[in-house]
Nanobody, 124 residues
Framework: QVQLVESGGGLVQAGGSLRLSCAAS????????MGWFRQAPGKDREFVSA????????DYSDSVKGRFTISRENAKNTVYLQMNSLKPEDTAVYYC?????????????????WGQGTQVTVSS
């Protein structure tokens, strides 16, 4: 069982930046594809970004491409989401997820483990 704990959320003005972190309990963290999803009030959870085990392959939703960067440090069992040029529409609870597969995934059902989420609020 992999436990994931997100941190780094908060309140930021539009145009600002935040870096989310997700720490995993599993020592074999390096074999997992990791993803970030978000859920805004009244909306379904949506894919944000994913990264493969080595960090050599990444994927982003169109809404964050060019503004967000996903990365990972396997030695620290941690994945990051650097969020720049934040917009009010980025306001959501952000979730970290882990997938026991080598390929990237953009669907919720493709991920096996989930964190509790961290709130990101962007004011206009």
């Amino acid at each position: 069982q992999v436990q994931l704990v997100e941190s780094g959320g908060g309140l930021v003005q539009a145009g600002g930046s935040l870096r989310l972190s997700c720490a995993a309990s599993e020592r074999t963290f390096r074999i997992y594809t990791m993803g970030w999803f978000r859920q805004a009030p009244g909306k379904d959870r949506e894919f944000v970004s994913a990264i493969n085990w080595s960090g050599g392959s990444t994927d982003y939703s169109d809404s964050v491409k060019g503004r967000f960067t996903i990365s990972r440090e396997n030695a620290k069992n941690t994945v990051y989401l650097q969020m720049n040029s934040l917009k009010p529409e980025d306001t959501a609870v952000y979730y970290c997820a882990a997938r026991r597969a080598a390929v990237l995934g953009a669907r919720e059902y493709e991920y096996d483990y989930w964190g509790q989420g961290t709130q990101v609020t962007v004011s206009s």
